[in-house]
């Protein structure tokens, strides 16, 4: 038997079962989840909680950012956020006066800390703003990161 | 081919399992313009997902606003010592990478 | 005069206090600067470098098809770990001076066959975005390996103190458009460039800092660079003649810098702005 074709001929019906699957809306896609060009696109805190399916982000002092109040090098700006809100769903990290603000989003999956971090560029100084997502409503914090050489030129 | 990711993954106290992943990417922005005036096209890591042995635990999206050569920390509850962390990256050109560490 | 000496306490006060705010908000903002460089610290790029150097020095590449596995790098063959911390050292088979980078490019081509030529044509990489040379991820490889060591550069060889005193001279030698030195800016007190603090050549404590602490991945360039580099670019700073690449005259000034740092823990890659 040709074992190879075999597991070819399986692997072709799981991949169009899968779709079938994603397309009907029964698999969550959270493995791999579309990457949101609306919300990267967006240039406001607004915006891109609408593409993000909210509506508006209410204040919270729930949600604390920790980075650098100045920043060597807007080329690499570490930027971390945990929140202490319940049922958190997602956290997303934004440079306010960058060309588009968000920079990165995270779903917080069952069992995964409300607490990430990466580092992100920064053409200039600029409030960051950390939105996250909890109980299905939208929340922000925002801290203003100073940088001294704007990390856009190379 | 890209180059391998660092996935670091250390059980703390209080059954924590901390997550940091370096991972090889230039993240061109598509703002940036070449020696010769023309535009160098936006080339950045898009999607991440995570899994603890076989289980999501975290999927991520980037924009051409995260750092070169990436640097990601999450955490997640029940991760025991030798259990496997899977860290997968796709970017916007096609590119993939995926890489394993065990929890220590 | 009672009345005079109000008055000047009082126009003392005046000036003092501005200025006085600034001194603080400089201290605030070096804290803040220290700050983010701790920030950084834990997950440094260079990482990836040092996985793909081993996999390179393990790897049967050139026409020899063999392995830098047999590399000696002055502590023996296949002695990698610590290496870095002793050199540059003198190595009896050639008859001088060697740094860890010539080392490592005498061990490419006598091990594996590769030409002095094509090793030596494009060490760095140089431009924004581009991919890390080989020779920058062995280097990233070999140095990683040798973080804690105490340095400890031997000067018994009457070849290794010759290297020093040219080090020396090389460092105090004043030229170029600007009339500059090394020492100009590294053998005082409080000189920096923008937010960095200049090490001080003749302070051990800061002699050892610097040394320590290259090859070091430049957040701003996206790349690790190692100390062959960072001198080549200390001597376009000054605008002096270009500093070629493994020659005598930068094996040198790494010994003469070593020497100064001695009993400093290596610590590199490390990670800077």
């Known amino acids: ?154 | 081919m890209s180059d391998p990711m660092r996935i670091r993954a250390q059980l703390k106290d209080g059954g924590i399992t901390e997550v940091r992943v370096l991972m090889a990417h230039v993240m061109e922005t598509g703002q940036r313009k070449d020696s010769a005036g023309a535009t160098v096209p936006a080339h950045h890591i898009q999607s991440i997902s995570a899994t603890h042995n076989g289980k999501a635990v975290l999927s991520a999206q980037f924009g051409p606003a995260v750092s070169q050569n990436p640097v990601m920390n999450f955490s997640f509850k029940g991760g025991a010592k030798g259990d496997k962390v899977t860290v997968s990256w796709t970017d916007n050109k096609g590119g993939k990478r995926t890489d394993e560490a065990t929890i220590s | 005069m009672k009345s005079r000496n109000w008055f000047a306490t009082i126009t003392a006060a005046c000036l003092s206090l501005p200025m006085a705010l600034n001194v603080v908000a400089q201290q605030d903002a070096q804290k803040e600067i220290e700050r983010y460089r701790q920030l950084l610290a834990d997950g440094n790029p260079a990482e990836l470098l040092e996985m793909r150097g081993e996999d390179l020095w393990k790897q049967k590449r050139g026409p020899k098809n063999a392995s830098l596995e047999a590399c000696d790098l002055g502590l023996g063959a296949g002695k990698i770990a610590n290496a870095n911390a002793v050199l540059p050292r003198y190595f009896a088979d050639v008859d001088r001076v060697m740094d860890l980078e010539s080392r490592i490019v005498h061990c490419q081509i006598t091990l594996q066959g590769f030409t002095r030529e094509e090793l030596t044509k494009r060490p760095h990489s140089l431009t924004v975005a581009e991919r890390q040379t080989d020779h920058e991820a062995l280097t990233a490889y070999a140095v990683g390996l040798s973080r804690g060591a105490a340095v400890n550069l031997p000067q018994a060889h009457p070849k290794e103190r010759e290297s020093f005193l040219r080090g020396e001279k090389m460092f105090f030698f004043k030229g170029g458009p600007y009339d500059f030195s090394c020492a100009t800016c590294h053998s005082v007190d409080g000189q920096r460039i923008r937010l960095q603090d200049l090490p001080n050549f003749q302070k051990p404590d800061n002699a050892q800092r610097a040394f320590t602490t290259w090859p070091a991945y430049r957040v701003s360039q996206g790349a690790m660079r190692t100390m062959q580099w960072r001198l080549y670019d200390c001597f376009r700073q000054q605008r002096f003649p270009e500093l070629a690449f493994l020659s005598q005259a930068s094996v040198d000034l790494i010994t003469y810098m070593g020497v100064k740092a001695k009993d400093g823990k290596m610590d590199s890659p490390a990670i800077k702005r």
């Open chain 1, 1 to 154: 038997m040709n074992l190879q074709r075999r597991t070819t001929l399986k692997t072709g019906a799981s991949f169009a079962l899968i779709a079938a699957a994603v397309s009907a809306g029964v698999l969550p896609t959270s493995a791999f989840a579309q990457w949101n060009k609306n919300a990267f696109d967006a240039k406001t805190l607004n915006d891109v909680v609408k593409a993000m399916g909210g509506t508006t982000a209410e204040k919270s002092g729930d949600i604390a950012i920790t980075a650098p109040d100045i920043a060597e090098n807007g080329a690499v700006v570490p930027i971390a956020v945990a929140s202490k809100l319940a049922n958190v769903e997602s956290i997303a990290i934004l440079v306010e006066k960058n060309p588009n603000a968000l920079a990165a989003s995270f779903d917080i999956l069952a069992g995964t800390e409300a607490n990430v971090g990466t580092r992100v560029k920064m053409g200039q100084s600029s409030n960051v703003h950390a939105i996250v997502k909890a109980g299905g409503k939208y929340y922000v914090a925002t801290k203003e990161v100073k940088v001294t050489l704007g990390g856009c030129g190379g």
